[in-house]
């Protein structure tokens, strides 16, 4: 039977919310075809999320994406979170690791490797910790958290399978 996961985990990844606004549609016009997108939206009323995950869908069936959904499913997608089948697992520690790999999750995505605005004041983990942790899982490890095309150049060596942001797509 043929996995319902792509063959390849994205290099580079989207990570939306509301802060992003209309940039939105720039940040998804600026990834490579083949990036990942994962649409959050959490605070988004629930027929509006519907209704921007499917413009965000057509986006991203006609520019090769990979998408993923945080939270309630929608639309028989991937699944980002920390549910059972889910395709991305968030990890900010230890404990998280071992549950991604219980949960057999495809990938985790591991923050805040470097400080970040989504989460002003958090410690950041630094980027050897972060991939020490995201190993624990047993799959690749998406480094997010402060990540810039500048930054994920100095951290690839560590293992990392790819990084993740939201502001580095808009500025």
Same mark, same amino acid.
Request: glycine letters at 4%; zero cysteines.
């Given at each position: 039977m043929p996995?319902?996961?792509? !063959?390849?985990i994205p290099p580079r990844w989207l990570m939306? $919310?509301?802060r992003l606004g209309d940039g939105l549609w720039r940040a998804l016009r600026r990834l490579p075809p083949g990036s990942g997108v994962v649409f959050r939206h959490y605070a988004t009323p629930l027929e509006e999320r519907r209704t921007l995950f499917e &413009?965000?869908? &057509?986006? !991203?069936r006609a520019r090769r994406l990979v998408l993923v959904a945080a939270g309630s499913a929608l639309g028989g997608t991937l699944r980002h979170g920390r549910v059972a089948g889910a395709y991305s697992?968030?990890?900010? $520690?230890? =404990?998280?690791?071992? =549950?991604?790999?219980?949960a057999r999750a495809k990938m985790v995505m591991v923050s805040p490797?470097? @400080?970040t605005r989504s989460h002003p004041g958090a @410690?950041?983990? *630094?980027? !050897?910790? !972060?991939?020490?942790? *995201? &190993?624990?899982?047993g799959v690749p490890v998406v480094a997010l958290g402060g990540?810039?095309?500048?930054?994920w150049r100095r951290v690839a060596g560590l293992g990392f399978a790819g990084w993740a942001a939201i502001d580095a797509w808009v500025e």
């Open positions: 996995s319902r996961y792509p !063959a390849e939306t $919310d509301e &413009r965000v869908q &057509r986006v !991203a697992w968030p990890v900010h $520690d230890r =404990a998280e690791a071992l =549950a991604a790999r219980r490797v470097f @400080p @410690p950041a983990l *630094g980027a !050897a910790r !972060a991939a020490r942790i *995201g &190993r624990l899982a990540m810039t095309e500048r930054r």
